[in-house]
């Protein structure tokens, strides 16, 4: 077998590189990209290999800060450490780095979450003395990227100071809108109902997502007699106007009825479904001539879930409207308006408008199946 | 002679780098879009506690739609775990497609299943549904059964669209094991959506072989004992953390795989539901839903979320991977050959301009220009037209590169997930990887290659897809 061809060899110097590009030009490339590859395969592979030793000793170094933090604290709030000593200790750890400064930081948010009365006010202010406060407030006033921010945001909201609450509302401006709501959140922790308030302040747009989110944490906060929700739904802010339609529904508030009406002309049909979905849940029959008269123009989805709502606050004046909608033999609305005929009129009602119709008699057998329920 | 030595040889040796060239150039590209993408998502979603809002009863409504064809083994261990799914507002829809085997009466038993009156309106055609079933035991109250006549995944998926009642529609294989908290993660970019509607999100599918699953959940991951399995497991990491990513972070996403996909059920019923007549039916759908959104000029995003959130069974035996990957090429021809006005007619933007062009380039021609341009190169050594020197080097580049693109996708896996946490697993997805280019890699290509002469001869068969349940876990 006769060898290989052997692959030219450059001199090393600039001048003989230069020249191997321009003598072997496809040599000199293939060899360059193969060179990059090589070394990026073993930079992965390096990597790879080591990733976990590494890991595994940052871990080992956090848990045994962390432990020394959560000592030291607890020293201090037994009174085995005076608040100097644990002050200086901790401005130490600061200043060592700035990961230090993320596990204190932790630690500091775990423990205002567990005490209270004079054991949080001493707590306080070591925080304040181990210069912890400053660092947090100048973390929220930054504006670029920095994965603590929330960290820092939820140390804010629990230390509940003026700064903090300042630089919390500061945030609700803040480019991006993850942080942005995470202070919202926060804002909520602290001023509860009435950190709504800064919706409209600061005109805040917040998503679906970011209202479910919201409304699981106004939920839980008890006394909510007072919340201004006429004010609110007057406020010409659709997220929160959506938000107040929600919180109207789950919170029994039938005192926005009259709000109500005026609503049904707004533009955003998801708004207008809400208006449907809290008149259903509330009961607002005063609502219901209203709503037939809106019902041909509406969206299909808005459609439905007026009829919907038909089901629990329609009354006979709706039969006729339903009667039309459900002789009209579109499916998904027929069946809807059917359900909402059996609320009001019962059974007998219900089979008196099918007829002999076979698709009518196949939807009232829908409707009467318990299975179905 | 003259011709072929002055005008040809180099017409092709240029072609054949330029080709190259674009395809190595489009990877590097999509990694660094999806590292990129990876790292704001894992930013981004560090503090949202899935975990607690999980139950919250305020989240939309989910439909998801299972069909089950000959399921008999394993059906019922799989709707229990669909339906202690832990989100709250869901309804759980199993499409028995006109099983040959006992997977009806099995669910008719086990779950005390009784037959309804229920009324729909078929807004999307499909075969004949024979009943539909509810279970008079209130803890299955979110399961659905619907017996049809059988019309294959596409009409079965379709039938469950038109009944089911939910705003979003979640379509899976019913084998799949989901994390618990899958619908949640994947509803949330539909619950964020500004101006643009999101119409469909994907996620991540991981390989189950050999992991440990318990009651519908998986326990502990493993990598799979068998060498098949292992190259897919490499093979998925590498497509979904450095591919789908990038295009869904660019928004020109095409495929959301058919294992776990949420829709937008208005617009899959608007687009027409699945398609009966392809075998890619899940590429099929999200094309015509993006045609549908462009056609109309309305803002829409299609979503992917880079959590590991459905765990699937992959082939075991060559044939079965063969007959698998020969339907993905069909499907691929098909969709593109269906939806061949949207190649490079700027009306479709991005899509029209980007994606189409790169799945027609990259995805349908590569294995046929791979099989072409290893053929060529043989000739041209035998021919003395390049020594054999300088033709081991080109292999040594393109199999570099695999390498690197390969270890990058377990590289960004441990950074970012961790799946696979013991050392000797990170060594042998490492060591199969190495192993890949000559290897699985040939036998995807030659799979490619048959799928592509099925097409020509009007194949339409799905081809049996054999399923051997999870295997128990991995001794090692």
Same mark, same amino acid.
């Given at each position: 077998?006769?060898?290989?061809?052997?692959?030219?060899?450059?001199?090393?110097?600039?001048?003989?590189?230069?020249?191997?590009?321009?003598?072997?030009?496809?040599?000199?490339?293939?060899?360059?990209?193969?060179?990059?590859?090589?070394?990026?395969?073993?930079?992965?592979?390096?990597?790879?290999?080591?990733?976990?030793?590494?890991?595994? =000793?940052?871990?080992?170094?956090?848990?045994?800060?962390?432990?020394?933090?959560?000592?030291?604290?607890?020293?201090?709030?037994?009174?085995?450490?005076?608040?100097?000593?644990?002050?200086?200790?901790?401005?130490?750890?600061?200043?060592?780095?700035? =990961?230090?400064?993320?596990?204190?930081?932790?630690?500091?948010?775990?423990?205002?979450?567990?005490?209270?009365?004079?054991?949080?006010?001493?707590?306080?202010?070591?925080?304040?003395?181990?210069?912890?406060?400053?660092?947090?407030?100048?973390?929220?006033?930054? =504006?670029?990227?920095?994965?603590?921010?929330?960290?820092?945001?939820?140390? #804010?909201?629990?230390?509940?100071?003026?700064?903090?609450?300042?630089?919390?509302?500061?945030?609700?401006?803040?480019?991006?809108?993850?942080?942005?709501?995470?202070?919202?959140?926060?804002?909520?922790?602290?001023?509860?109902?009435?950190?709504?308030?800064?919706?409209?302040?600061?005109?805040?747009?917040?998503?679906?997502?970011?209202?479910?989110?919201?409304?699981?944490?106004?939920?839980?906060?008890?006394?909510?007699?007072?919340?201004?929700?006429?004010?609110?739904?007057?406020?010409?802010?659709?997220?929160?106007?959506?938000?107040?339609?929600?919180?109207?529904?789950?919170?029994?508030?039938?005192?926005?009825?009259?709000?109500?009406?005026?609503?049904?002309?707004?533009?955003?049909?998801?708004?207008?479904?809400?208006?449907?979905?809290?008149?259903?849940?509330?009961?607002?029959?005063?609502?219901?001539?209203?709503?037939?008269?809106?019902?041909?123009?509406?969206?299909?989805?808005?459609?439905?879930?007026?009829?919907?709502?038909?089901?629990?606050?329609?009354?006979?004046?709706?039969?006729?409207?339903?009667?039309?909608?459900?002789? #009209?033999?579109?499916?998904?609305?027929?069946?809807?308006? #059917?359900?909402?005929?059996?609320?009001?009129?019962?059974?007998?009602?219900?089979?008196? =408008?099918?007829?002999?119709?076979?698709?009518?008699?196949?939807?009232?057998?829908?409707?009467?199946?318990?299975?179905?329920? | 002679?003259?011709?072929?030595?002055?005008?040809?040889?180099?017409?092709?040796?240029?072609?054949?780098?330029?080709?190259?060239?674009?395809?190595?150039?489009?990877?590097?590209?999509?990694?660094?879009?999806?590292?990129?993408?990876?790292?704001? *998502?894992?930013?981004?979603?560090?503090?949202?506690?899935?975990?607690?809002?999980?139950?919250?009863?305020?989240?939309?409504?989910?439909?998801?739609? /299972?069909?089950?064809?000959?399921?008999?083994?394993?059906?019922?261990?799989?709707?229990?775990?669909?339906?202690?799914?832990? !989100?709250?507002?869901?309804?759980?829809?199993?499409?028995?497609?006109?099983?040959?085997?006992?997977?009806?009466?099995?669910?008719?038993?086990?779950?005390?299943?009784?037959?309804?009156?229920?009324?729909?309106?078929?807004?999307?055609?499909?075969?004949?549904?024979?009943?539909?079933?509810?279970?008079?035991?209130?803890? *299955?109250?979110?399961?659905?059964?619907?017996?049809?006549?059988?019309?294959?995944?596409?009409? /079965?998926?379709?039938?469950?669209?038109?009944?089911?009642?939910?705003?979003?529609?979640?379509?899976?294989?019913?084998?799949?094991? @989901?994390?618990?908290?899958?619908?949640?993660?994947?509803?949330?970019?539909?619950?964020?959506?500004?101006?643009?509607?999101?119409?469909?999100?994907?996620?991540?599918?991981?390989? /189950?072989?050999?992991?440990?699953?318990?009651?519908?959940?998986?326990?502990?991951?493993?990598?799979?004992?068998?060498?098949?399995?292992?190259?897919?497991?490499?093979? *998925?990491?590498?497509?979904?953390?450095?591919?789908?990513?990038?295009?869904?972070?660019?928004?020109?996403?095409?495929?959301?795989?058919?294992?776990?996909?949420?829709?937008?059920?208005?617009?899959?019923?608007?687009?027409?539901?699945?398609?009966?007549?392809?075998?890619?039916?899940?590429?099929?759908?999200?094309?015509?839903?993006?045609? @549908?959104?462009?056609?109309?000029?309305? &803002?829409?995003?299609?979503?992917?979320?880079?959590? &590991?959130?459905?765990?699937?069974?992959?082939?075991?035996?060559?044939?079965?991977?063969?007959?698998?990957?020969?339907?993905?090429?069909?499907?691929?021809?098909?969709?593109?050959?269906?939806?061949?006005?949207?190649?490079?007619?700027?009306? !479709?933007?991005?899509?029209?301009?980007?994606?189409?062009? !790169?799945?027609?380039?990259?995805?349908?021609?590569?294995?046929?220009?791979?099989?072409?341009? @290893?053929? *060529?190169?043989?000739?041209?050594?035998?021919?003395?037209?390049?020594?054999?020197?300088?033709?081991?080097?080109?292999?040594?580049?393109?199999?570099?590169?695999?390498?690197?693109?390969?270890?990058?996708?377990?590289?960004?896996?441990?950074?970012?997930?961790?799946?696979?946490?013991?050392?000797?697993?990170?060594?042998?997805?490492?060591?199969? /990887?190495?192993?890949?280019?000559?290897?699985?890699?040939?036998?995807?290509?030659?799979?490619?290659?048959?799928?592509?002469?099925?097409?020509?001869?009007?194949?339409?068969?799905?081809?049996?897809?054999?399923?051997?349940?999870?295997?128990?876990?991995?001794?090692?």
């Amino acid at each position: 077998m006769s060898r290989l061809p052997s692959i030219p060899i450059p001199e090393w110097s600039p001048a003989g590189l230069a020249a191997y590009f321009t003598e072997h030009t496809n040599y000199a490339v293939v060899l360059t990209l193969i060179i990059l590859n090589t070394v990026a395969v073993l930079y992965l592979v390096v990597s790879v290999v080591f990733r976990q030793g590494i890991k595994r =000793r940052e871990e080992n170094r956090r848990t045994m800060l962390k432990g020394e933090v959560e000592n030291l604290l607890s020293s201090f709030l037994s009174d085995t450490a005076t608040e100097d000593l644990a002050a200086t200790v901790i401005r130490g750890w600061n200043a060592r780095s700035r =990961r230090n400064e993320i596990i204190i930081c932790q630690v500091f948010v775990n423990f205002f979450g567990m005490i209270s009365g004079s054991a949080r006010e001493n707590l306080f202010r070591l925080y304040e003395l181990s210069g912890t406060k400053e660092r947090v407030i100048a973390g929220l006033s930054r =504006r670029y990227n920095n994965p603590h921010t929330f960290l820092y945001i939820d140390l #804010a909201s629990k230390s509940n100071t003026a700064e903090a609450k300042q630089g919390l509302k500061s945030l609700l401006k803040h480019p991006e809108r993850e942080i942005r709501f995470q202070a919202l959140c926060s804002l909520v922790e602290v001023f509860r109902f009435n950190a709504l308030a800064y919706i409209m302040e600061k005109q805040v747009e917040i998503n679906e997502w970011e209202e479910m989110i919201l409304m699981e944490k106004l939920l839980t906060l008890p006394s909510r007699g007072e919340i201004p929700m006429r004010e609110y739904l007057a406020s010409g802010n659709e997220s929160l106007m959506r938000m107040t339609l929600r919180m109207a529904r789950h919170f029994n508030r039938y005192d926005v009825e009259e709000e109500l009406p005026v609503l049904l002309d707004h533009a955003s049909p998801s708004l207008r479904q809400r208006v449907y979905e809290v008149a259903g849940t509330l009961l607002l029959n005063g609502l219901q001539d209203a709503f037939m008269e809106k019902y041909p123009s509406e969206t299909p989805e808005n459609q439905r879930t007026l009829l919907k709502s038909m089901a629990s606050m329609g009354g006979n004046e709706a039969l006729p409207f339903l009667t039309a909608i459900f002789q #009209a033999k579109t499916p998904e609305l027929s069946l809807l308006a #059917a359900a909402a005929i059996f609320a009001i009129s019962g059974q007998e009602g219900l089979r008196d =408008r099918a007829g002999v119709e076979p698709q009518l008699i196949r939807i009232c057998l829908h409707i009467e199946d318990p299975a179905l329920v | 002679m003259r011709f072929i030595n002055e005008h040809l040889i180099p017409f092709l040796n240029t072609g054949i780098f330029i080709y190259a060239l674009a395809i190595s150039f489009s990877y590097i590209i999509l990694a660094y879009i999806s590292s990129r993408f990876l790292q704001k *998502y894992i930013y981004k979603t560090r503090y949202v506690r899935f975990d607690q809002h999980v139950s919250s009863p305020l989240a939309p409504r989910v439909s998801i739609i /299972a069909p089950a064809y000959n399921e008999g083994l394993t059906v019922i261990e799989n709707v229990k775990s669909l339906i202690s799914l832990r !989100y709250v507002n869901f309804e759980v829809i199993i499409i028995n497609d006109g099983s040959k085997d006992d997977t009806m009466e099995k669910l008719i038993n086990s779950f005390g299943l009784v037959a309804t009156h229920f009324y729909y309106e078929e807004k999307i055609p499909c075969k004949p549904i024979r009943g539909v079933y509810r279970s008079t035991n209130p803890v *299955y109250n979110k399961l659905w059964v619907v017996d049809k006549e059988n019309g294959g995944k596409a009409d /079965a998926l379709n039938s469950g669209m038109n009944l089911a009642s939910g705003a979003y529609a979640a379509c899976i294989d019913v084998d799949c094991v @989901l994390e618990p908290d899958a619908i949640l993660r994947m509803v949330k970019p539909m619950m964020e959506a500004g101006k643009k509607r999101v119409i469909a999100s994907g996620g991540v599918v991981r390989i /189950a072989n050999q992991c440990e699953i318990k009651n519908g959940r998986l326990i502990k991951v493993n990598l799979p004992d068998n060498r098949l399995a292992l190259f897919q497991v490499v093979e *998925y990491l590498r497509v979904f953390m450095l591919g789908r990513l990038a295009w869904a972070r660019i928004d020109g996403l095409l495929l959301i795989s058919g294992a776990f996909g949420l829709f937008d059920r208005e617009i899959v019923i608007e687009a027409g539901g699945y398609d009966h007549g392809t075998v890619g039916e899940d590429m099929e759908l999200v094309v015509r839903m993006r045609r @549908l959104m462009c056609e109309q000029k309305k &803002p829409y995003a299609v979503t992917f979320i880079p959590d &590991p959130l459905c765990w699937t069974e992959a082939p075991e035996s060559m044939k079965v991977l063969g007959r698998q990957r020969n339907r993905w090429t069909r499907g691929t021809i098909e969709t593109l050959r269906t939806h061949k006005r949207m190649f490079l007619n700027p009306r !479709y933007k991005l899509l029209g301009m980007l994606s189409f062009p !790169y799945w027609f380039f990259f995805e349908w021609l590569a294995p046929l220009i791979e099989t072409c341009g @290893l053929l *060529y190169s043989v000739f041209l050594v035998v021919t003395g037209h390049i020594n054999v020197t300088f033709f081991l080097l080109l292999v040594l580049l393109v199999y570099s590169f695999a390498l690197a693109i390969s270890f990058y996708a377990i590289q960004t896996d441990l950074k970012t997930y961790d799946m696979y946490k013991n050392k000797s697993d990170q060594f042998r997805m490492m060591g199969i /990887a190495m192993l890949e280019p000559f290897t699985f890699h040939m036998f995807n290509v030659l799979n490619a290659l048959k799928g592509n002469r099925d097409y020509a001869m009007g194949k339409k068969s799905w081809g049996q897809m054999t399923r051997t349940g999870f295997s128990k876990p991995s001794k090692s």
